[in-house]
Structure formats: C-alpha cells, structure tokens
C-alpha cells in the first residue's frame, strides 16, 4: 500500500493551501483515512479523520472551521484544504489510512502512511 502526499508548502499567515493524498490501486472505500500534524519534540496529532463507512469526519479543535477533509472514493484520492492559515499550523502534515470502520483519532490505529510533506506558514 503506497500513500503519496503533495501539496505542501509555504505560505503566509491568512492563507490557504491544499495537500492530496494519492492511493492509487488501494480499496479506499474500505478504510478510514486521516490527517496527521507533527512538529518536531511533539507528539503526531489528527487533525483531520474521516471514514468511507459511515461518512463521519473528526477535526480538532485547533482547524475546525478552516479545514476541510474531502474524500474521492472514484479517485481514490483524499484532499485536505486549509484555509486562514496560522503559524501554528506548521508540521508535516501525514495521511493515513486504516482498516476501522469508524473515526479513529490516534495514530496507533493507523497501517499505513505516506511519507508526509511540509507545510510552513510564516507569521
């Protein structure tokens, strides 16, 4: 199972940016997927989480109301768009899939991952 993110970048505080994640051949419409947030000495939080069975999505506190996990099962593709970014929304940002049929929130429920990519937003 290979998990490919793009989209990541830098960009100012109030802008907005988008990050895909690719799966391609993978029986997406099986597993939950999220968005993982990880600074260096913290630990990897969800930020974003959403499973195919039950079209429930999760977001933390810190993004709710500025981000938006969207799910294109034909495309077995995941997007995260964010919009009125902040500096704290900097990490890298990981997708993740797993075999739940329900929202999962920590990442030890997650098989499998990409290999992340960086988003810097600079004050």
């Known amino acids: 199972v290979q998990l490919v993110e793009s989209g990541g970048g830098l960009v100012q505080t109030g802008e907005s940016l988008r990050v895909s994640c690719a799966a391609p051949?993978?029986?997406?419409?099986?597993?939950?997927m999220g968005w993982f947030r990880q600074v260096p000495g913290k630990v990897r939080e969800a930020v974003a989480d959403?499973?195919?069975?039950?079209?429930?999505?999760f977001y933390a506190d810190s993004v709710r109301g500025r981000f938006t996990l969207a799910s294109y099962i034909a495309k077995n593709t995941v997007v995260l768009q964010m919009i009125n970014l902040k500096p704290e929304d900097t990490g890298i940002y990981y997708c993740?899939?797993?075999?739940?049929?329900?929202?999962?929130?920590?990442?030890?429920?997650?098989?499998?991952w990409g290999q992340g990519t960086q988003v810097t937003v600079s004050s």
């Open positions: 993740a899939a797993s075999t739940s049929a329900i929202v999962v929130t920590t990442s030890a429920f997650y098989e499998h």
């Open positions: 051949g993978f029986p997406f419409e099986y597993y939950s």
């Open positions: 959403f499973s195919n069975n039950d079209r429930r999505v």
